[in-house]
């Protein structure tokens, strides 16, 4: 298995237009969804991801006659944080929440597929595995503070039997944040230059 860390080299080539990697940035990340009489619009703002640093790659494959580019990374601890609104319909009930949420994967591994896309790419990620997690999510019972620490206590316990349902919803998310950033990090870089077949 060919490994290779990743270093302070993530902090972005701006002469090129390349954002840092450590932390990225997303401006605004948005999902919606609606199936059978419930829908909801989750719109994830100012987010930090942090943690690329002490990441290794653990696979790397380039498929340059499809334009496409596919790697695996592990990370001992990844950190991400920024702020919410989510909008929900369920049976004409509506919904609305606001506020800051942060997350800490540790033991964490994800594979990258990247596509070229136009002067764009597509990005998907996938999470492979999660060793463990914390998630803090601000707000959710409106302010009731006893009663959002209970919150936040069960669902800290109880995130693995739920993950596998949440998982599609998860990589879609990160894969749209992802699609952003790199479309606007590698839209002019001559990738051509630095890598030769």
Same mark, same amino acid.
């Given at each position: #298995?060919?490994?290779?860390?990743?270093?302070?080299?993530?902090?972005?080539?701006?002469? #090129?237009?390349?954002?840092?990697f450590?932390?990225h940035?997303?401006k605004?990340v948005?999902?919606?969804?609606?199936?059978?009489?419930?829908?909801?619009?989750?719109?994830?703002?100012?987010?930090?991801?942090?943690?690329?640093?002490?990441?290794?790659v653990?696979?790397?494959?380039?498929?340059?006659?499809?334009?496409? &580019? &596919?790697?695996?990374?592990?990370?001992?601890?990844?950190?991400l944080?920024?702020?919410?609104?989510?909008?929900? *319909?369920?049976?004409g009930?509506?919904?609305?929440? !606001? !506020?800051?949420?942060?997350?800490?994967?540790?033991?964490? $591994?994800?594979?990258?597929?990247?596509?070229?896309?136009?002067?764009g790419?597509?990005?998907?990620?996938?999470?492979?595995h999660i060793?463990? #997690? *914390?998630i803090?999510?601000?707000?959710?019972?409106?302010?009731r503070?006893?009663?959002?620490?209970?919150?936040?206590?069960?669902?800290?316990?109880?995130?693995?039997?739920?993950?596998? #349902?949440?998982?599609?919803? &998860?990589?879609?998310?990160v $894969?749209t944040?992802?699609?952003?950033?790199?479309s606007r $990090?590698?839209?002019d870089?001559?990738?051509?230059?630095?890598i030769?077949?």
């Open positions: #298995m060919s490994v290779m860390k990743l270093t302070s080299t993530l902090a972005g080539i701006p002469e #090129m237009g390349v954002s840092p450590d932390p940035f997303a605004e948005k999902q919606t969804r609606s199936i059978v009489g419930m829908s909801y619009t989750l719109t994830l703002q100012n987010v930090y991801e942090k943690g690329w640093t002490q990441s290794t653990t696979k790397y494959k380039t498929d340059w006659d499809n334009q496409r &580019i &596919i790697y695996s990374q592990y990370f001992p601890e990844k950190w944080e920024g702020d919410y609104e989510f909008k929900g *319909d369920a049976l009930l509506s919904v609305f929440r !606001g !506020g800051r949420w942060n997350l800490t994967l540790r033991d964490y $591994s994800q594979t990258t597929r990247i596509k070229r896309n136009g002067s790419v597509d990005v998907h990620v996938e999470v492979d060793g463990d #997690m *914390d803090h999510v601000g707000n959710l019972l409106r302010g503070g006893v009663l959002e620490r209970m919150l936040d206590r069960v669902i800290n316990f109880t995130w693995k039997p739920g993950f596998a #349902m949440v998982r599609p919803l &998860i990589n879609e998310l $894969s944040a992802f699609t952003d950033i790199w $990090s590698f839209k870089f001559p990738v051509d230059k630095f030769k077949d």
